[in-house]
T-cell receptor
Framework: DAEITQSPRHKITETGRQVTLACHQT?????MFWYRQDLGHGLRLIHY???????NKGEVSDGYSVSRSNTEDLPLTLESAASSQTSVYFC????????????FGPGTRLTVL | KNQVEQSPQSLIILEGKNCTLQ??????????LRWYKQDTGRGPVSLTI?????NTKSNGRYTATLDADTKQSSLHITASQLSDSASYIC????????????FGKGTKLSVKP
């Protein structure tokens, strides 16, 4: 069955370190997204991609970067982790249409000490 | 400003009872509205997607309604089950690209035996 996976599921790191969160989907979807979820907020979009070599900034992109070298993967990199980036991160993917469902991964809980 | 508000924030009901969750949104231009279910510690899962021309859409015991004129939506759960305990998130989409989803903060539903 097609799926979307994230790794690691839990990560503890220190302020200033570079961290990369992986997202892999086997749906063959063109669109991929990264969100963060914090208490008191709805899911907020960090970056998204509509296809290989395409990336776009979302609402809360500062301090994050992505690159899309193939259809299946969209890794999220925190260049220099900050305590404010402690959060739960979700990756999602979808087809191109405006009414197409976004399928979410299981999430990565990141703690920055 | 694009916004979405959900009520109540939390709700406790007894197994077998019905409940209705509310969503008010202000997005422009409006394209469609989604409801997601998010179990604790997991990624959101899509329940329904409704375009502006649809008033009602069902998915098993879940029925969503949409009034695009008053910018209100509701999610009705019939004959609740313990497995319905989750957060329910209203997500209006204001078109243009799939990056334009606004996630509500969710209603946390607890179903008690």
């Amino acid at each position: 069955d097609a799926e979307i996976t994230q790794s690691p599921r839990h990560k503890i790191t220190e302020t200033g370190r570079q961290v990369t969160l992986a997202c892999h989907q086997t749906w063959n979807h063109n669109n991929m997204f990264w969100y963060r979820q914090d208490l008191g907020h709805g899911l907020r979009l960090i970056h998204y991609s509509y296809g290989v070599h395409d990336t776009n900034k979302g609402e809360v992109s500062d301090g994050y970067s992505v690159s899309r070298s193939n259809t299946e993967d969209l890794p999220l990199t925190l260049e220099s982790a900050a305590s404010s980036q402690t959060s739960v991160y979700f990756c999602a993917s979808s087809n191109r249409g405006h009414t197409d469902t976004q399928y979410f991964g299981p999430g990565t809980r990141l703690t920055v000490l | 400003k694009n916004q979405v508000e959900q009520s109540p924030q939390s709700l406790i009901i007894l197994e077998g009872k019905n409940c209705t969750l509310q969503c008010n949104y202000t997005v422009s231009p409006f394209s469609n509205l989604r409801w997601y279910k998010q179990d604790t510690g997991r990624g959101p899962v899509s329940l329904t997607i409704m375009t502006f021309s649809e008033n009602t859409k069902s998915n098993g015991r879940y029925t969503a309604t949409l009034d695009a004129d008053t910018k209100q939506s509701s999610l009705h759960i019939t004959a609740s089950q313990l497995s319905d305990s989750a957060s329910y998130i209203c997500v209006p989409y204001y078109g243009g690209s799939q990056g334009n989803l606004i996630f509500g903060k969710g209603t946390k539903l607890s179903v008690k035996p």
